[in-house]
C-alpha cells in the first residue's frame, strides 16, 4: 500500500509563496509519474502539474503556468511544488496522486489516471 503524505500549505497574502511536499512511501516511487490537483469549495478536482517518473518532464495547468514548478527527488522520495505569485484565485486543498501506471510515457491530467492520492494540505490566498 501507498501513502502519500502532503505539507506545506497555509495562509499566505496575494503575491506571496509556498512550497508544498509529498513524502511517499514504498520503494517503487521513482517508477511512477506524479501530479499535483487541487480543489476549491464547491468546485471540482482540478488538475495543477504533473512531472514524469524521472523528472525529466513536467507539464502545468494553463492557470499556474510560470508561477509554479514541480521538481521531484527520487532519493527522498518527495515530489515539490513551489508556488510563487499566488493569486487569491489558487486558495484551494493541494492534493499529491501517484500515477496508476508505471514507467508512465505520457504525463496525465485526469484524476482517473491517478491510483493513489494524499489527504490533502490547504492553502489560502488572502487578497
Known amino acids: 500500500q501507498v501513502q502519500l503524505v502532503e505539507s506545506g500549505g497555509g495562509l499566505v497574502q496575494a503575491g506571496g509563496s509556498l512550497r508544498l511536499s509529498c513524502a511517499a512511501s514504498g520503494r517503487t516511487f521513482s517508477s511512477y509519474a506524479m501530479g499535483w490537483f487541487r480543489q476549491a469549495p464547491g468546485k471540482e478536482r482540478e488538475f495543477v502539474a504533473a512531472i514524469s517518473w524521472g523528472g525529466r518532464n513536467t507539464y502545468y495547468a494553463d492557470s499556474v503556468k510560470g508561477r509554479f514548478t514541480i521538481s521531484r527527488d527520487n532519493a527522498k522520495n518527495t515530489v515539490y511544488l513551489q508556488m510563487n505569485s499566488l493569486k487569491p484565485e489558487d486558495t484551494a486543498a493541494y492534493y499529491c496522486?501517484?500515477?496508476?501506471?508505471?514507467?508512465?510515457?505520457?504525463?496525465?491530467?485526469?484524476?482517473?489516471?491517478?491510483?493513489?492520492w494524499g489527504q490533502g494540505t490547504q492553502v489560502t490566498v488572502s487578497s
Open positions: 496522486a501517484r500515477d496508476a501506471t508505471v514507467g508512465a510515457t505520457v504525463l496525465h491530467m485526469t484524476p482517473r489516471e491517478y491510483e493513489y
